[in-house]
Nanobody, 114 residues
Framework: VQLQAFGGGLVQAGGSLRLSCAAS????????MDWYRQAPGNERELVAT???????TYSDSVQGRFAVSRDSAKNTVYLQMNSLKPEDAATYYC?????????WGRGTLVTVSS
C-alpha cells in the first residue's frame, strides 16, 4: 500500500489550503486514515482521523477549522484547512491502518506566513 500526500504550500495566516492523500488501495478497507503533522523540534501529532464508518475526529488545536473527508471513488482522503495560523505550519503526513499494519505517506510541507 502506498500513500501519497500532496497539496502543501505557502499560505498567509487566515488563508485556506486543502491537502490530499491518494492511496493505492481501496480506502474503505482501512480501519482508519489520519493526518499527522510535525513541526521542527516537535513530536509528530495527530491532527484528524476518519474511520471506516466515516466518523471524524480532530485534535483540539484544529477543531472547527480543519475538516477531513474522503472520496472512495478516487481512493483519496482530504484535509481542508481553514483559518490557518502560523502554528499550523508543519510537514503533514497521511497515515492509514488496516489488518494490524500501518502505512505512512511522505509528508507535504505547509508554511503559514504571518
Amino acid at each position: 500500500v502506498q500513500l501519497q500526500a500532496f497539496g502543501g504550500g505557502l499560505v498567509q495566516a487566515g488563508g485556506s489550503l486543502r491537502l490530499s492523500c491518494a492511496a493505492s488501495a481501496n480506502i474503505l478497507t482501512f480501519d482508519d486514515m489520519d493526518w499527522y503533522r510535525q513541526a521542527p523540534g516537535n513530536e509528530r501529532e495527530l491532527v484528524a482521523t476518519i474511520v471506516s464508518s466515516g466518523t471524524t475526529t480532530y485534535s483540539d488545536s484544529v477543531q472547527g477549522r480543519f475538516a477531513v473527508s474522503r472520496d472512495s471513488a478516487k481512493n483519496t482522503v482530504y484535509l481542508q484547512m481553514n483559518s490557518l495560523k502560523p502554528e499550523d505550519a508543519a510537514t503533514y503526513y497521511c497515515h492509514a491502518r488496516r489488518y494490524g499494519l500501518q502505512y505512512w505517506g511522505r509528508g507535504t510541507l505547509v508554511t503559514v506566513s504571518s
